[in-house]
């Protein structure tokens, strides 16, 4: 968004009936939309940052407005960002922001002063739009809405697409960024409550500021301030609007034969920070921003004099298959991004990053499952990228790097190369046919003793959407260490075999048992103290109450608290918040796995490329959305209430479990749609995760297998259920 540019522009622009748009299809910049939809003061959730995850309300206002669209006539297709548009100069500057404003939303919260640390946390900044792309697009996947993800930015697509696409859309709508853009008109706003819509016309801007010529209203927006560029140092703060300042120093400035680059260096403000190198490279970035053409390609947006080093304006070139790929949700931004930077900037997360475990585990110990993920794709590219030395650096420590070589970690698909299971050969009873296939029904077939041996191999392109889907999960599952390369459980695939098959609900709980089982690997699902400096763990009963307690809410935090769709309101934990913030990095970095096989049976030709179910394909896979910690604290408060009544009535009883249950949904977790059923849905997975310690304390796989210490968790946690 152009600095100042709404209160300027605001006596500019139109606004009509959204009917007017009937038969008309929409281009829409995710972004803007997403911004205003989770800001909106009927669909904002302030307390989104205390819990991670998605918001529980987003999705009932999305449909709402997607059917106002429909009653009108009117075709949205939704444009979102790809990947991030050359150098980060600050990288780290947004997340310590949120973290700080967290941090004081917090204090406010452990003195009690609930409506303040209300307000802190909804104005902190957490709830940006690219956090819930995937579960937009997953939204707009099931109501049939169309999106397309841009190779970088959104706007340059949307600019692309006025131009060049008028039988795909007839408007566009976004932010007032997309003004920087060679475009006739803009829709800046929907105003859903009246039916109307807004828009403002670029070359009424222009001849308003009197600037004569095209490309320096693009200049007067980009040094008013913009994504792409600070607002211009010499710029006075207390006159506005700043693009009214802009202007007027253009035209006292640029005559005939002088350029902008004359002009700012008139200035020493303007020579500082680096300042008139980042305007070059917005105004190449603007003019040369890279998009997917209509014929599939991605390409410059103006194609004539292309700088050399365009790559280190906008990026490192990709294939134009792996855009494709990123266009339609096959593959998200993340690896794609470090591949292309060689730059792995771990930010901040938002419990704040004090724990030394946290800090450790971003750093160093899922190092080689990010390594792992970029090294799978990097060699199904060009050679160039083979060699590729990534540097890995955090906000605790911005100016220590650490250098990951994929050179050295060689191709991971060497191995499996050849694995292609076609539906034909799938085991009877696992996998049903013409059904989505999950991680679950994709452990079981594995379990199966009439799963494919390697002899078994076809030399066929893989067709389904099933086979598909199956193939990138059971490679993932080799990555991880649950397959060997003759496709037999491992220790860690028998123990997660065990987790599964004493689940009652294993489709439920297959994605929740995984993790676990990675959590464990890490040695992550204990009861240790990994946030001393934090608030919000158990309080009440013995020491070892207290301990149990906090193992058990953290395998609540793999579970799902079933909410109405409304803000969350009820007791926090900022403890339980950093430990869905490691959970989080690892379900991440899972997520990246499973993306990357898809996308690397893909690049190397072992499945159809030519298809358009790519989309439905990558939904389906594991670890699609991140997840909160709600449950985790409406079993902290539950196991907290039992142990305390417990100490008083000398020990737990039927009643005391009963009248909990009751309590927490009518007294703390307000908006809880089926807490018991949430309960016992926890303590199933308990005893599913139970069952796989077991098997792992067998095989001496844990850090410490001390099978009587876990025995008596069990004991215990059944006298609470």
């Not at 140092?233 to 506005?240: D, G, M, V, Y």
């Not at 971003?362 to 060699?379: C, G, H, I």
Request: charged content about 20%; hydrophobic content about 40%.
């Amino acid at each position: 968004m152009i600095d100042d540019f709404e209160q300027w522009s605001a006596p500019r622009t139109d606004t009509n009936v959204l009917s007017d748009l009937s038969g008309c299809a929409i281009a829409i910049e995710a972004d803007s939309y997403l911004d205003r939809l989770l800001n909106n003061s009927a669909a904002k959730e302030p307390l989104l940052p205390a819990l991670g995850g998605t918001p529980f309300s987003i999705r009932i206002h999305l449909e709402s407005e997607l059917e106002t669209f429909r009653q009108n006539g009117i075709k949205p297709v939704f444009i979102f960002s790809g990947l991030d548009v050359g150098k980060a100069y600050t990288p780290f500057a947004r997340g310590d922001v949120i973290a700080s404003n967290n941090a004081s939303a917090w204090d406010q919260y452990n003195q009690h002063q609930a409506a303040q640390a209300v307000r802190l946390f909804g104005e902190s900044g957490y709830a940006s739009a690219r956090r819930f792309y995937t579960l937009t697009q997953q939204i707009l996947r099931e109501q049939n809405v169309a999106f397309q993800v841009a190779p970088y930015s959104a706007l340059g697509q949307l600019a692309y697409l006025e131009k060049n696409a008028p039988d795909y859309v007839d408007a566009i709508a976004g932010c007032s960024e997309l003004l920087l853009y060679d475009v006739d008109r803009v829709i800046t706003s929907f105003d859903f409550q009246n039916a109307e819509y807004t828009f403002v016309r670029r070359q009424q801007c222009l001849e308003e500021l009197n600037l004569g010529h095209s490309e320096l209203f693009t200049d007067a927006c980009l040094l008013s301030g913009c994504s792409l560029l600070p607002t211009l140092p010499s710029l006075s703060p207390a006159r506005a609007p700043k693009i009214r300042q802009v202007a007027e120093m253009l035209k006292a400035n640029i005559q005939p034969g002088s350029s902008v680059y004359a002009m700012l260096e008139k200035d020493q403000r303007n020579t500082e920070a680096d300042y008139i190198h980042r305007y070059k490279q917005g105004r190449l970035a603007v003019k040369h921003d890279v998009v997917l053409s209509v014929s599939g390609k991605a390409e410059p947006l103006a194609q004539e004099d292309v700088p050399n080093d365009l790559h280190d304006i906008i990026g490192q070139r990709l294939p134009d298959e792996l855009y494709y790929y990123l266009s339609v949700g096959a593959v998200g931004t993340r690896i794609l991004n470090q591949l292309t930077s060689a730059r792995i900037y771990e930010n901040c997360p938002a419990d704040g990053g004090e724990s030394e475990v946290y800090k450790s585990l971003v750093s160093e110990r899922v190092t080689n499952l990010r390594a792992l993920s970029l090294a799978l794709l990097a060699f199904r590219l060009h050679r160039a990228y083979h060699h590729r030395e990534i540097e890995l650096s955090t906000w605790y420590a911005p100016d220590r790097t650490t250098q990951i070589s994929l050179n050295e970690q060689g191709d991971p698909n060497d191995a499996i190369k050849d694995w292609r299971i076609p539906e034909i050969s799938f085991p009877k009873d696992t996998i049903v046919d013409g059904s989505d296939v999950s991680l679950t029904s994709a452990m079981k077939a594995a379990t199966d003793t009439s799963f494919p041996s390697i002899s078994d191999e076809t030399s066929k392109s893989l067709q389904s959407a099933a086979e598909l889907e199956a193939n990138s999960i059971w490679r993932f599952l080799y990555f991880r260490g649950y397959l060997d390369q003759s496709r037999k459980l491992t220790p860690w695939g028998i123990v997660l075999s065990t987790m599964i098959s004493s689940s009652p609900q294993p489709e439920v709980h297959g994605q929740s048992l995984l993790l676990a089982t990675e959590l464990l690997k890490l040695d992550l699902l204990t009861s240790e103290n990994m946030f001393p400096s934090y608030t919000g763990a158990p309080m009440h009963g013995s020491e070892t109450d207290k301990a149990n307690s906090l193992l058990l809410s953290r395998v609540a935090c793999l579970g799902t608290l079933h909410h109405k769709t409304i803000g969350f309101t009820g007791p926090l934990s900022r403890h339980l918040l950093g430990y869905n913030c490691a959970v989080e990095a690892v379900r991440a970095s899972l997520r990246d796995l499973v993306e990357i096989s898809l996308v690397s049976l893909l690049l190397t030709g072992h499945a159809e490329r030519e298809r358009d179910d790519l989309t439905d394909v990558a939904m389906h896979l594991p670890f699609l959305l991140p997840m909160d910690c709600a449950l985790g604290i409406a079993m902290k408060h539950y196991l907290d209430d039992v142990n305390a009544a417990a100490a008083s009535n000398g020990g737990v009883t039927p009643e005391i479990r009963d009248e909990v249950k009751a309590k927490v949904p009518r007294e703390l977790i307000l908006h809880a749609v089926s807490f018991d059923a949430d309960l016992e849905a926890t303590f199933q997975l308990w005893d599913a995760i139970y069952a796989g310690v077991k098997v792992a304390c067998e095989k001496k796989l844990l850090a410490k297998n001390d099978q009587a210490y876990w025995d008596g968790v069990d004991q215990w946690v059944q006298e609470r259920r």
